[in-house]
Nanobody, 124 residues
Framework: QVQLVESGGDLVQAGGSLRLSCAAS????????MAWFRQAPGKEREFVGG????????SFGDSVKGRFTISSDNSKNMVYLEMNGLKPEETAVYYC?????????????????WGQGTQVTVSS
């Protein structure tokens, strides 16, 4: 059973930076693809970015391209989301997700494991 635990959420000023971490456990040898999603109050959960463990292929949502990066540390089973140039409208709960079928998708229903989320608040 894959378990995901996010950390690193905080209050940050607009234009600031933050790094979120996702600790994964229970991974099999065929590692899942990983992604970050976020959900702001009253809004739908949206794709932020994703990475494949094996090939390190990365993808990002249009609104974060050029500002956010994703990395992984396979030896530690960690995935990171580095966020720069944060905007107040990016205040949300950020979730780490895993897809055991390794589709590297952008849809919520493609991910079968989720963390509990970590709160990011960007003040103006």
């Amino acid at each position: 059973q894959v378990q995901l635990v996010e950390s690193g959420g905080d209050l940050v000023q607009a234009g600031g930076s933050l790094r979120l971490s996702c600790a994964a456990s229970g991974l099999s040898s065929s590692r899942p693809s990983m992604a970050w999603f976020r959900q702001a109050p009253g809004k739908e959960r949206e794709f932020v970015g994703g990475i494949s463990w094996r090939y390190l292929r990365k993808s990002f949502g249009d609104s974060v391209k050029g500002r956010f990066t994703i990395s992984s540390d396979n030896s530690k089973n960690m995935v990171y989301l580095e966020m720069n140039g944060l905007k107040p409208e990016e205040t949300a709960v950020y979730y780490c997700a895993a897809d055991s079928l390794r589709r590297n998708g952008r849809r919520i229903d493609e991910y079968n494991y989720w963390g509990q989320g970590t709160q990011v608040t960007v003040s103006s």
